[in-house]
């Protein structure tokens, strides 16, 4: 007869319960943990017979085959299928792993499609896109049997001296809830069968550390955790069914969040409805007694851990090892480990592994990198661009005689990865490598990669792990063929070597234009200007970048600089001197064609920013939607040695047409009642072009102080020449809900001022006020605003 767990037409639940039913305590716990892939080899090679004493109890997780190897898609998803047979085959109750992996900028994974950083996807404001994105991920994770995600980031970023500010979808909390729900809609599917569990991190506020931080504490009130920080991730629960969440490494408020029982449970599946799995980031629980010193050792992190609700350990059965003991010595209910331990079986008996543990390894690279996902890529990376300023140099004359090329990040593939691109990310392995590691790494396949890597302390050259990668200068070079084109690094993208900018102003003075590539260098290694724990004081341009740019100005040929980067720079220095100035964010693999094609015109850019660029790191904090006394110098005051203007602010971005806004139309509703708010917009230019339309309200008068304006809602809306396009926002009152007095969400009656605009403080924004009637209502969610474009 067959065993219950095991019947695919039986109820979960009852699945659930007949494993657990025959589950020894130790066999639960190994559920709650994960393995590194370095414990299953012996005598340099994966050893089936060695890994079945590994995982004798079984494991709930195998961690990141594809991200710590050198393995092709075909040898990965072998590697896993024989995972899975020991787990299957060799184990007492036949539990098989979730293998997990990344996917921020697209799979971490050797010969995965390389799409722009999160930051870079997040500027295109296209959710179609993101989602399409997430699709090919999807596709590429299933391929090798890799069912976890540990993406999307959902921090709201407010702090761009953070290095991880790139990963995220910026500053607005609505920006990030809509890229964060439609990657996570496109990798999960509607039914996981089919999908890719997503975990959205890191819950919570953790980009908005103590001194922008790394891992540092964090100082935040329970209204603005919920409101800012907590948004984007409700909306993913809501809305896409968010099957995991990760916790921050922070603290707040002096709690540990892996240690947090009131962030974990009771804010997260109390207030918020999560009914998911959540996983510790790697090492997060660990470190509660060699970090935060709140547990006097690793029994206790576990303990401390487990009891708030933080179900899986990554990346390794670190501290849980220890919790069958400290049930046994009555530290802990067994009640605690079997909660935790069934929802971790639920989500596999979900994702059908039970019925479907391996993989067509023959198939895998099929979907690897493909035609059209390289075209996607593309799509992606040119969608993303950021026109910031333009004099009209731009789109460059299709007939210029001669151009220079000029910049570190002119011709260097790597600087157009971020840190959680493949291979960028393996540095980390490469730079601080041990023999041990070294040998294990050899044994899974990584021989042709070591060898073509330098020594322990070098860098990445464009070898096997990479994909092909098209840098601006080649980009241009097939845009322009015609063309000279003459290239000079200049300098590199770090030191204070400037011996190679005198040829690069010989190279810029002799063209008719010069196109200046500067930026930071991504990654989680010492060399790295920016990435994980890459945070920085100083937000200019590193080294001698700034150096380079004011020479090449000098020399008064027309100069457009392009920042490749996924830092938040103060380029006041450099707007100043450019003729244009544009913002590429580590646009991946198609990264070059995508620019070239904004230069010169074959695309027209409709980027905008996801961030706000302030003019000075001491004017950090600055966002789009301070609230009130905290924000603009026309409402409020200035500092003593300037105002409180940004640079450019968040939502800002040009086209080489004209967008002309007409007067807007708002239908009141009320508390209770939706809100209707049209515009016409006409493209009057002579280019096609998308527009961004942004959609934002001002809350007159309210019980408590909120922001000056908030992004609401938006809409990317293709329009060509000569035509007008007419959008219409459906604006539920939840949508105008905050958290009042007593902490409720409430949409109080009142005066709100809707305003549309290209951007948060486009000075042509159209704007109406409207007074809505009612009682205060309450709501326990926010409703998604709808959007319809009239193309008659």
């Known amino acids: 007869m067959t065993e219950t767990y095991r019947d695919p037409n039986a109820a979960i639940d009852d699945r659930v319960a007949d494993l657990l039913g025959r589950m020894t305590l130790e066999e639960k716990v190994a559920q709650l943990g994960t393995v590194w892939l370095t414990a299953l080899v012996q005598d340099e090679a994966f050893d ?6 590994q995982l004798a109890d079984g494991i709930g997780q195998v961690t990141r085959i594809g991200a710590s190897t050198g393995l092709l898609a075909n040898e990965s998803a072998e590697l896993g299928n024989d995972i899975q047979r020991v787990l299957v085959e060799r184990t007492r109750l036949g539990i098989p792993a979730v293998i997990h992996e990344e996917g921020v900028g ?26 399409e994105v997430a699709e090919v991920i999807r596709t590429q994770m299933t391929a090798v049997g890799a069912r976890h995600n540990l993406s999307p980031v959902l921090d709201v970023a407010r702090d761009p001296r953070w290095g991880r500010v790139e990963e995220t979808y910026g500053e607005s909390p609505e920006l990030c809830a809509r890229m964060g729900v439609a990657y996570v809609k496109g990798l999960q599917t509607d039914d996981l069968a089919n999908g890719v569990v997503c975990t959205g991190k890191h819950f919570l506020g953790y980009g908005y550390s103590l001194g922008g931080r790394n891992q540092a504490p964090v100082h935040l009130g329970n209204r603005e955790l919920r409101e ?67 547990a006097a050792d690793p029994t206790e992190s576990a303990i401390q851990a487990l009891s708030a609700g933080l179900d899986i350990e990554l990346p390794a059965l670190d501290c849980y090892k220890h919790l069958p003991a400290a049930v046994r010595e009555g530290r802990i209910d067994e009640s605690i480990i079997d909660e935790s331990c069934a929802r971790v079986l639920a989500q596999k008996i979900q994702l059908g592994l039970f019925e479907n543990p391996y993989v ?80 294990a790494m050899e044994a899974l396949g990584m021989e042709q990669g070591v060898d073509q890597l330098p020594e322990a302390g070098g860098t990445f050259s464009p070898g096997p792990h990479f994909t092909p990668h098209v840098t601006p200068l080649d980009g241009l070079r097939a845009a322009l063929p015609h063309t000279e084109i003459i290239h000079a690094a200049g300098c590199a993208d770090t030191g204070d070597d400037e011996s190679g900018i005198d040829e690069a102003v010989a190279a810029a003075a002799s063209a008719d234009v010069a196109i200046v590539c500067v930026g930071a260098r991504s990654g989680l290694v010492a060399d790295a200007t920016v990435g994980e724990a890459r945070d920085a004081t100083d937000l200019g341009l590193p080294g001698v970048q700034s150096q380079l740019v004011a020479r090449i100005a000098a020399t008064g040929t027309p100069m457009v600089v392009v920042v490749i980067s996924g ?12 003729n244009a100035l544009m913002w590429s964010i580590l646009p991946g693999e198609e990264g070059g064609s995508a620019i070239a094609q904004v230069l010169t015109g074959e695309v027209n850019p409709s980027g905008r920013l996801p961030v706000t660029l302030p003019l000075h790191v001491g004017q950090i904090p600055l966002h789009h939607d301070m609230r009130r006394r905290g924000d603009r110098s026309e409402f409020y005051g200035s500092y003593v040695d300037r105002d409180t203007d940004a640079l450019f602010w968040f939502g800002h971005g040009l086209s080489y047409t004209t967008f002309e806004y007409g007067e807007p139309s708002v239908v009141a509703g009320s508390t209770t009642e939706a809100t209707t708010v049209s515009v016409p917009v006409a493209n009057n230019g002579q280019h096609e072009g998308d527009e961004v339309l942004q959609l934002y309200v001002t809350d007159e008068v309210a019980s408590v102080a909120r922001p000056i304006r908030e992004l609401i809602g938006f809409t990317r809306v293709a329009i060509p020449v000569g035509k007008t396009r007419t959008v219409t926002f459906t604006v539920h009152p939840s949508r105008l809900a905050f958290h009042g007095l007593d902490m409720d969400l ?7 001022t809707f305003r549309i605009g290209g951007s948060s403080f486009d000075p042509n924004m159209r704007e109406a006020t409207v007074d809505l009637t009612g009682d205060t209502a309450s709501y326990d969610r926010r409703t998604i605003i709808a959007t319809t474009v009239d193309i008659s």
């Open 567 to 578: 830092r938040v720079h103060t380029l006041g220095a450099e707007s100043s001197a450019a």
């Open 746 to 752: 409430t949409t109080e009656p009142g005066t709100f």
């Open 228 to 294: 800012v920080y907590a948004e984007p991730f409700a909306a993913a629960i809501r809305e896409a069914g968010l099957a995991s969440i990760m916790n921050s490494y922070s603290s707040i408020d002096g709690v540990p969040v892996a240690a947090s029982r009131a962030i974990l449970t009771d804010l997260l599946r109390g207030e918020l409805g999560f009914a998911g799995t959540v996983v510790a980031d790697y090492f997060a629980v660990m470190q509660l007694h060699f970090n935060h010193m709140t």
């Open 48 to 53: 089936p017979d060695h890994a079945a004493e």
């Open 106 to 131: 697209g799979f971490l994974h050797r010969g995965a499609t390389t799409f722009p950083q999160g930051l870079g996807l997040a500027a295109t404001w296209d959710v179609d896109l993101m989602a």
């Open 360 to 439: 067509d390894a023959g198939a895998a690279l099929a979907v690897f990198d493909t035609p059209d996902q390289r075209a996607l890529a593309r799509r992606a990376a040119a969608e993303g661009v950021i026109l910031l300023k333009n004099d009209g140099v731009l789109p460059l004359n299709p007939s210029i005689s001669k151009l220079a090329v000029i910049g570190p990040h002119a011709d260097d593939p790597r600087l157009l990865q971020g840190d959680y691109h493949y291979p960028a990310h393996l540095e980390i392995i490469y730079q601080n490598r041990s023999e041990e590691m070294l040998e």
